[in-house]
């Protein structure tokens, strides 16, 4: 019987051997397979964040350059305010500018933060005002007479002074949406 229960303990050993080590390894298996999991969602989601963060910037910079296209284009009809074909061949220029300015405009405000809306909103309008005024010079600059010029000079001048503000004003806000963790301190 000696022999009988030594080799009926091994056997018993083995066993127990064979089921603790096979359900050790469905743990580490399956801890295994729920960090891989874990790994992948994590990486997805830097992945959907990261596009989202290259889809805002493009927005954002694709807004700027509508904006400086625009009123680079303004600040040319200023120059030759009173030349009608000249004036008149910016003008066209400007409109096809105008309408990218706004396309641009809807996108960079849809991509938000509420900031950035805003500051979008007030770029715009200021491009506007300036878009407005320059226009005015001109009419003012073919009626020939000086007072009203020079009254429409200074409106253009201002308007292109808030047009550079709010450009700023956009800038600061677009960089704060798309580093919100950095505080520059100047």
Known sequence: MDASWTALIAAGSAVVASATTGWFTTVAARTQARLNREMQVAQLRHAQVEHRYQQRRQAYADFAKAAGVLHSRLGDMVAVAGDSAAF???????????????????????????????????????????????????????????????????????????????????????????NPSVNVVI
Do not use: K
């Open 88 to 178: 008149s061949l910016l003008l066209d220029e400007a409109r096809a500018e105008r309408a990218m300015l706004m396309s641009a405009m809807h996108v960079a405000a849809l991509e938000g933060p509420p900031p950035v809306g805003v500051a979008v909103r007030q770029l715009y309008e200021a491009i506007n005002a300036f878009w407005s005024a320059t226009r005015r010079l001109n009419d003012a600059v073919c009626s020939g007479d000086p007072a009203h010029v020079a009254e429409h000079r200074t409106l253009m001048n201002q308007s292109r002074a808030d047009a550079r503000s709010s450009r700023d004003a956009f800038v600061e806000a677009a960089q704060e949406a798309l």
